[in-house]
């Protein structure tokens, strides 16, 4: 289990370049597409708020088919997402007894991705899902195995032996940096052993906190009730509350002495601050435009986190990871298909001009 010479990292299917490039595309295409859609006015105007139009000067602008056009391939990206994301994480479980430290690692991270992606396509289809009662439980259901999976999923990668072992490797192919009790080629599965897990890292405390208000957070808007309620808590019962405390506020130290009034400054200043800082955080991210900075973000730090290892690892990675075959182009051409879901969906509203213009010639 333990390796002292060079850490050979065996093959898995989940982790090759193929696999990867390709989930990368999808990703990217789908936060390009509702970028362009955002700044065209393709956009809902229900879905932006004041700091979506004020500040980012965004506008939805009625254009017949276009909206509709967008929701639909929004939909597409939606539902490839979500199946890549339970198909790789499942096909590491399959695998759990043989998989190694750092293609679970792999896995784990482009499962994350694949939620995000699709968490945040919510927030454009969640006036379809709100009315669509069968497609709403569906879609609910596919996010609950998801994120079961990739909660559990997380619990060996939680171990701080876990976090030494991805980065364990020969320096100059001749000396470990760290002592090799465990290094990226040994199998993961040694990680549920609690014997073999040294404390819990920040990191694993970090993911879990993100992806349960991610979760927490979409789940609520999709259901009418819900979110006028978290609203309602959330904006504007403070909203009601605060300005009124730091208007008495300000009277009673307009009214005291001098002396009183300095002294206080600073308290209150503090309140003011933290009120005007809770609103604009809240309606900053209540806008669309902090959906798609999420995601950009969330993509950053997956790539990063899925690029640099893999080339740090290199030298020690068996020979066909990067070979390309017909089992290799099979998940990059089928991972594209929402990408030409899109086009169709675009296509079939451009109007069909050179049709009429042959006519009219033949007329003549």
Not at 216 to 228: A, D, P, Y
């Given at each position: 289990m333990h390796l002292r010479s060079r850490a050979h990292v065996s093959h898995?299917?989940?982790?090759?370049?193929?696999?990867?490039?390709?989930?990368?595309?999808?990703?990217?295409?789908?936060?390009?597409?509702?970028?362009?859609?955002?700044?065209?006015?393709?956009?809902?105007?229900?879905?932006?708020?004041?700091?979506?139009?004020?500040?980012?000067?965004?506008?939805?602008?009625?254009?017949?088919g276009w909206s509709e056009a967008f929701r639909e391939g929004i939909r597409a990206f939606s539902d490839q997402q979500i199946v890549t994301g339970i198909a790789l994480i499942?096909?590491?479980?399959?695998?759990?007894?043989?998989?190694?430290?750092?293609?679970?690692?792999?896995?784990?991270?482009?499962?994350?991705?694949?939620s995000n992606v699709h968490l945040t396509t919510l927030t454009v289809l969640r006036r379809m899902l709100r009315t669509n009662s069968a497609a709403r439980t569906l879609r609910l259901t596919g996010m609950l195995v998801l994120l079961v999976l990739l909660v559990l999923a997380l619990v060996p990668t939680s171990s701080i032996n876990f976090s030494k072992a991805a980065t364990n490797v020969p320096y100059a192919h001749a000396w470990y940096v760290q002592?090799?009790?465990?290094?990226?080629?040994?199998?993961a599965v040694c990680?549920?052993?609690?014997?073999?897990?040294?404390?819990?890292?920040?990191?694993?405390?970090?993911?879990?906190?993100?992806?349960?208000c991610n979760y927490l957070w979409k789940v609520t808007s999709l259901f009418t009730n819900t979110h006028k309620a978290a609203r309602k808590t959330l904006r504007e019962r403070p909203a009601r509350v605060f300005p009124r405390l730091i208007r008495k506020a300000a009277l009673w130290r307009g009214s005291r002495h001098r002396a009183v009034y300095l002294i206080t400054a600073w308290p209150y200043s503090l309140l003011v601050g933290l009120y005007v800082l809770y609103v604009a955080v809240f309606d900053f991210f209540e806008s669309f435009a902090a959906s798609m900075a999420i995601l950009f973000v969330s993509l950053v730090w997956g790539t990063l986190n899925l690029i640099i290892?893999?080339?740090?690892?290199?030298?020690?990675?068996?020979?066909?990871?990067?070979?390309?075959?017909?089992?290799?182009?099979?998940?990059?051409?089928l991972l594209l298909l929402?990408?030409?879901?899109?086009?169709?969906?675009?296509?079939g509203t451009l109007p069909l001009r050179l049709p009429i213009c042959l006519l009219s010639q033949q007329g003549k």
């Amino acid at each position: 289990m333990h390796l002292r010479s060079r850490a050979h990292v065996s093959h898995h299917k989940a982790d090759s370049a193929q696999v990867i490039l390709a989930f990368l595309v999808t990703a990217y295409a789908t936060l390009l597409f509702t970028v362009c859609a955002y700044w065209a006015g393709l956009v809902p105007d229900e879905l932006l708020n004041a700091v979506d139009k004020k500040i980012f000067r965004a506008k939805s602008e009625r254009r017949p088919g276009w909206s509709e056009a967008f929701r639909e391939g929004i939909r597409a990206f939606s539902d490839q997402q979500i199946v890549t994301g339970i198909a790789l994480i499942a096909s590491a479980y399959a695998t759990l007894n043989t998989i190694s430290v750092y293609h679970w690692r792999t896995v784990v991270y482009l499962a994350w991705m694949s939620s995000n992606v699709h968490l945040t396509t919510l927030t454009v289809l969640r006036r379809m899902l709100r009315t669509n009662s069968a497609a709403r439980t569906l879609r609910l259901t596919g996010m609950l195995v998801l994120l079961v999976l990739l909660v559990l999923a997380l619990v060996p990668t939680s171990s701080i032996n876990f976090s030494k072992a991805a980065t364990n490797v020969p320096y100059a192919h001749a000396w470990y940096v760290q002592n090799p009790s465990f290094t990226p080629a040994d199998p993961a599965v040694c990680f549920w052993n609690r014997r073999y897990m040294d404390g819990i890292s920040t990191d694993s405390v970090l993911s879990y906190i993100l992806l349960g208000c991610n979760y927490l957070w979409k789940v609520t808007s999709l259901f009418t009730n819900t979110h006028k309620a978290a609203r309602k808590t959330l904006r504007e019962r403070p909203a009601r509350v605060f300005p009124r405390l730091i208007r008495k506020a300000a009277l009673w130290r307009g009214s005291r002495h001098r002396a009183v009034y300095l002294i206080t400054a600073w308290p209150y200043s503090l309140l003011v601050g933290l009120y005007v800082l809770y609103v604009a955080v809240f309606d900053f991210f209540e806008s669309f435009a902090a959906s798609m900075a999420i995601l950009f973000v969330s993509l950053v730090w997956g790539t990063l986190n899925l690029i640099i290892p893999r080339a740090f690892l290199r030298p020690y990675m068996e020979g066909d990871e990067d070979h390309w075959n017909f089992g290799q182009y099979l998940p990059l051409l089928l991972l594209l298909l929402p990408v030409m879901s899109v086009v169709e969906e675009f296509s079939g509203t451009l109007p069909l001009r050179l049709p009429i213009c042959l006519l009219s010639q033949q007329g003549k």
